[in-house]
């Protein structure tokens, strides 16, 4: 079946560093992807999405590549802050219409003072 | 949230009762999705709406039903509740096709 999956599931990086998070992508239909954000405790939050005819979206700190030839995904966040501390979602979306997205497993990103 | 709550945010519940959860959206938005998310499987859809009245499963519906009598709510119902149904669960909504799915604060759902 489609999937998509995070090649690391915890990251840990230092303050002030910047940080990348990857995702690999199996549906080459695939036309928009969309990061997430988790916090303990809460539902997901909108980060940054990107569609299929783009290679690169930037927003405020965050940053997303695609590479459609190898199917692959990553998040950028510039300047990586305690707040940053959650765990990050790729998802894509699998079906134009009702748009079901397919959710990977995720990425721990902790934060070192 | 995105003009969303999730109601109870919490419950505990028996093995074998039916549960009923709710969403409510202050957007007026299209679509309403029901994920649950459990440790090793992420976010899975339960069932999604794309109108009132009108509803379709998602890949994990099995023991699940849901209605969407108004826009802004939209119900699922654990018909006899199990311990497998326990899960922390997602209400999201998106727009117009292709926009992005906002999400609710979730509830916590425990079948003992």
């Known amino acids: 079946g489609e999937s998509v999956g995070l090649h690391l599931p915890t990251l840990s990086v230092q303050e002030g560093d910047n940080s990348i998070i990857n995702c690999a992508y199996s549906?080459?239909?695939?036309?928009?992807f969309i990061w997430y954000k988790q916090e303990s405790g809460k539902g997901p939050q909108f980060i940054i999405d990107i569609r299929s005819n783009m290679d690169k979206r930037q927003g405020q700190r965050v940053t997303v590549l695609l590479n459609k030839t190898v199917k692959h995904l990553s998040l950028q966040i510039a300047a990586t802050q305690p707040g940053d501390s959650a765990v990050y979602f790729c998802a894509e979306n699998i079906r134009r219409g009702a748009q079901k997205l397919v959710f990977g497993q995720g990425t721990r990103l902790t934060i070192n003072p | 949230d995105a003009g969303i709550t999730q109601s109870p945010r919490h419950k505990v519940t028996e093995t074998g009762t039916p549960v009923t959860l709710r969403c409510h959206q202050t957007?007026?938005?299209?679509?309403m999705y029901w994920y649950r998310q459990d440790p090793g499987h992420g976010l899975r859809l339960i069932h999604y709406?794309?109108?009132?009245?009108?509803?379709d499963k998602g890949e994990v519906s099995d023991g699940y039903s849901v209605s969407r009598s108004k826009t802004e709510d939209f119900l699922l119902t654990l018909e006899s509740a199990t311990s497998s149904q326990t899960s922390v669960y997602f209400c999201?909504?998106?727009?117009?096709?292709?926009?992005?799915?906002?999400f609710g604060p979730g509830t916590r759902l425990l079948v003992l």
């Open positions: 709406s794309y109108g009132v009245k009108d509803t």
């Open positions: 549906n080459s239909a695939s036309d928009y």
């Open positions: 999201a909504i998106s727009g117009h096709l292709g926009e992005t799915q906002y």
């Open positions: 957007e007026n938005h299209r679509y």
